[in-house]
């Protein structure tokens, strides 16, 4: 940004100078330097005047400072003239309007630049205005005129109204500057007053309405601590997450059974997932097995809410380009799957059977006291069933399910009518 209290001319230099942590001077001289090379710090200097906005400095430049910078300008200004007129050969007929020019838009602009935030006499500003504006005028009028004896072939009248328009454009830059900086500023004001109207809409939608839930249910510390956790769930989705890219993903369906299993049964799940994949964006029977997979990990959840006796149940969830994989564990009693009842179907049929009808694996680890872990794998591509030593193919579900359900149906040694197959629960 530009300096603006300390500003000589513009505060260009100055800027840059506390840009770069270096001495304004070294800077001047720089654009000294480059206005001898056919004017090009002149340009550069005008172009960061035009597109950087004034900063916030107030401490006004020492008469010395402002001395040395008027007189580099000067130079400067000498130079360009002097080399342009020795090496290019161009007339002084036109490279002193030019100067002149240049000089009364500088005024012209500096007023422009610093009514706003400077204080002056408006005598002075009007002198300075006024001033910048005649010498633009008359500038641009001795060039045309200087024109009509050198441009033979454009016609006076249309020097004059190229000459015109510069001088229009020269004169109005900085209101339009100004008015573009408004509206972008009144632009940024209406975003910013939108987002906290937004804010405000949903933390008196969603947090306030928790916290006056909480008060009423002071005396029931589960349901409190389910309603936080709630809250807490919801509001991090709304502050961190992506909906337009989790809507519809394995992560999204995930992230809900975890929140679905917490409301209902009053458990904390922490559901963790690295990679991720949108099943409406592959094969219908592709969609099915990721169904598949979500609805036994919800299952494994469930199991877990019910029997394990913990309060927290961790979900991992990986994708890999080969496979997904997803564990679920708890650290509860545990149980020991040799010991549970035959007629105990909840593991068996709802997340190891449904598995291996969509060509995945579950896998149960537990025992008692050591909680449950319970992995589920599911190829990104389909197997299309296991082949038989004849060659024929044998469909993975209608051959497993049998053996499966010794394996799954585990309700747990020491709780045989309660761990319905519950203490299998897809373990991170």
């Known amino acids: 940004m530009r300096r603006d209290g300390g500003r000589v001319i513009a505060g260009v230099a100055g800027g840059i100078a506390d840009h770069l942590g270096v001495d304004a001077f070294r800077v001047r001289v720089v654009f000294m330097v480059l206005a001898a090379l056919a004017g090009a710090g002149v340009l550069a200097y005008g172009l960061l005047w035009f597109f950087c906005p004034p900063g916030r400095d107030t401490a006004p430049p020492g008469p010395g400072e402002r001395r040395q910078a008027y007189g580099l300008a000067l130079v400067g200004l000498v130079a360009m003239s002097v080399v342009g007129f020795a090496t290019s050969g161009t007339p002084a007929a036109y490279l002193v309007p030019f100067v002149f020019v240049v000089i009364g838009a500088s005024l012209v602009w500096r007023e422009f630049d610093t009514s706003h935030s400077t204080p002056r006499t408006p005598l002075l500003t009007w002198t300075r205005f006024i ?16 024109g009509d004896r050198s441009f033979g072939g454009l016609s006076t009248t249309l020097l004059a109204v190229v000459a015109t328009l510069i001088g229009v454009v020269l004169l109005t830059v900085p209101l339009w500057m100004r008015m573009w900086r408004a509206l972008n500023e009144e632009r940024a004001a209406r975003i910013r007053n939108a987002e906290r109207e937004e804010i405000a809409s949903h933390l008196h939608d969603s947090v306030l309405q928790t916290l006056a839930l909480i008060q009423k249910q002071a005396g029931r510390p589960e349901e409190v601590a389910r309603l936080a956790r709630s809250q807490e769930r919801e509001l991090r989705g709304w502050l961190f997450g992506d909906p337009a890219q989790r809507a519809g993903s394995l992560s999204a369906s995930l992230q809900e059974v975890g929140a679905e299993v917490e409301d209902h049964y009053g458990i904390e799940v922490d559901v963790i997932t690295v990679g991720d994949l949108r099943p409406e964006d592959e094969p219908a029977a592709q969609r099915r097995r990721w169904a598949a997979l979500v609805a036994a990990t919800r299952e494994a959840l469930i199991n877990a809410a019910k029997h394990s006796g913990e309060r927290k149940v961790d979900v991992y969830g990986e994708v890999t380009d080969d496979q997904v994989e997803v564990f679920v564990r708890d650290r509860g009693i545990g149980f020991d799957p040799e010991l549970v009842d035959g007629d105990r179907h909840g593991i068996t049929r709802s997340i190891t059977a449904r598995m291996h009808r969509a060509d995945g694996e579950a896998t149960i680890d537990s025992a008692p006291g050591r909680g449950t872990n319970v992995r589920l794998v ?17 469909d993975k579900g209608a051959g497993q399910t049998g053996s499966a359900g010794t394996a799954d149906n585990t309700s747990g040694a020491g709780r045989p009518s309660h761990l319905d197959a519950g203490q299998t629960r897809e373990a991170s």
């Open 131 to 146: 001033g910048g504006a005649l010498l633009v005028i008359g500038g641009l009028v001795v060039i045309v005129l200087a």
């Open 378 to 394: 599911m190829p990104r591509e389909s197997g299309g069933g296991h082949a038989d030593p004849d060659g024929g193919s044998v």
